[in-house]
């Protein structure tokens, strides 16, 4: 059975300071088995890789932004990191494209060892700058239900929110439901509280029709709200923060969920 599916739900946002804003939107995000990808595209009309279609997966779209097989990158990024994931599957949680256009402002990477069990999960963050940064953070021996993960903010995102921030990640990983929880913190308190909850559904051309007609231009209104919701927040008299220059190396590896170190990857 594959393990690629679709999960519909929604993203919320909750700005807590200096001026409070809040919204929801229905998405339908794509969970996909970067090993399964090749049949995928095969079994599914709809659906390609790597070329244009109603809807497509692009490798180039996420790690270094090549066309080298994308499940290589991650697995070679855990390895200099100190993973051996061997030949254990790869899950992506991200938007598809849609009719050739895609921004994933957070791509998931669920990267499991070849006892099947989840070792590590590789956060991906994309600013509108075409800049990106993965967090890379070790998954404790021992889980059960939740994961609760959190590293300091070394990446500049939005235009509205201090570097002297931290994330700290709920997540629920992939089954009937996933959930991504982000509550990011400065040193007096909560200040943005962002998340995504879906129910799964199978992957099919079926389903991907439901998902366009469903959930029309999805991606396109993605890349649209994120700029209608910083027009609201500029409104709203929140002052701007300088972007600093992103970081020398593309992945910080967060250890103890406190201590980190930067690799060349």
């Given at each position: 059975?594959?393990?690629?599916?679709?999960?519909?739900?929604?993203?919320?946002?909750?700005?807590?300071?200096?001026?409070r804003?809040?919204?929801?939107?229905?998405?339908?995000?794509?969970?996909?088995?970067?090993?399964?990808?090749?049949?995928?595209?095969?079994?599914?009309?709809?659906?390609?890789?790597?070329r244009?279609?109603?809807?497509s997966?692009h490798?180039r779209?996420?790690?270094?932004?090549?066309?080298?097989?994308?499940?290589?990158?991650?697995?070679?990024?855990?390895?200099?990191?100190?993973?051996d994931?061997?030949?254990?599957?790869?899950?992506?949680?991200?938007?598809?494209?849609?009719?050739?256009?895609?921004?994933?402002?957070?791509?998931?990477?669920?990267?499991?060892?070849?006892?099947?069990?989840?070792?590590?999960?590789?956060?991906?963050?994309?600013?509108?700058?075409?800049?990106?940064?993965?967090?890379?953070?070790?998954?404790?021996?021992?889980?059960?239900?939740?994961?609760?993960?959190?590293?300091?903010?070394?990446?500049?995102?939005?235009p509205?929110?201090?570097?002297?921030?931290?994330?700290?990640?709920?997540?629920?990983?992939?089954?009937?439901?996933?959930?991504?929880?982000i509550?990011?913190?400065?040193?007096?308190?909560?200040?943005l509280?962002?998340?995504?909850?879906?129910q799964?559904?199978?992957?099919?051309?079926?389903s991907?029709?439901?998902?366009?007609?469903?959930?029309?231009?999805?991606?396109?209104?993605?890349?649209?709200?994120?700029?209608?919701?910083?027009?609201?927040?500029?409104?709203?008299k929140?002052?701007?923060q300088?972007?600093?220059?992103?970081?020398?190396?593309?992945?910080?590896?967060?250890?103890?969920?406190?201590?980190?170190?930067?690799?060349?990857?």
């Open positions: 059975m594959n393990q690629s599916c679709l999960y519909a739900g929604n993203v919320m946002h909750h700005r807590m300071k200096p001026r804003h809040r919204f929801i939107y229905r998405v339908t995000s794509m969970l996909v088995d970067l090993d399964e990808l090749p049949s995928l595209a095969e079994r599914l009309k709809l659906f390609s890789l790597n244009f279609n109603l809807f997966f490798e779209d996420h790690g270094d932004g090549s066309d080298r097989p994308l499940v290589e990158q991650v697995r070679e990024t855990l390895s200099q990191q100190g993973f994931l061997g030949k254990g599957r790869v899950e992506l949680l991200c938007y598809p494209r849609i009719l050739g256009y895609v921004f994933n402002p957070l791509s998931v990477f669920y990267c499991y060892n070849e006892d099947d069990q989840l070792a590590a999960i590789l956060y991906e963050v994309s600013n509108t700058f075409n800049q990106k940064h993965n967090y890379l953070i070790p998954v404790l021996d021992g889980y059960s239900g939740q994961i609760r993960q959190s590293c300091d903010k070394e990446f500049y995102v939005s509205f929110i201090s570097m002297a921030t931290r994330y700290h990640f709920r997540m629920q990983p992939p089954a009937n439901q996933v959930a991504v929880c509550r990011q913190t400065d040193a007096e308190g909560p200040v509280h962002a998340t995504f909850t879906g799964r559904r199978e992957l099919n051309d079926r991907l029709l439901r998902t366009f007609f469903g959930y029309p231009l999805m991606t396109l209104k993605v890349i649209a709200g994120i700029h209608w919701e910083a027009l609201q927040i500029w409104r709203k929140v002052p701007l300088p972007r600093p220059a992103p970081p020398v190396h593309r992945t910080t590896l967060v250890l103890d969920q406190g201590n980190k170190r930067h690799e060349t990857v």
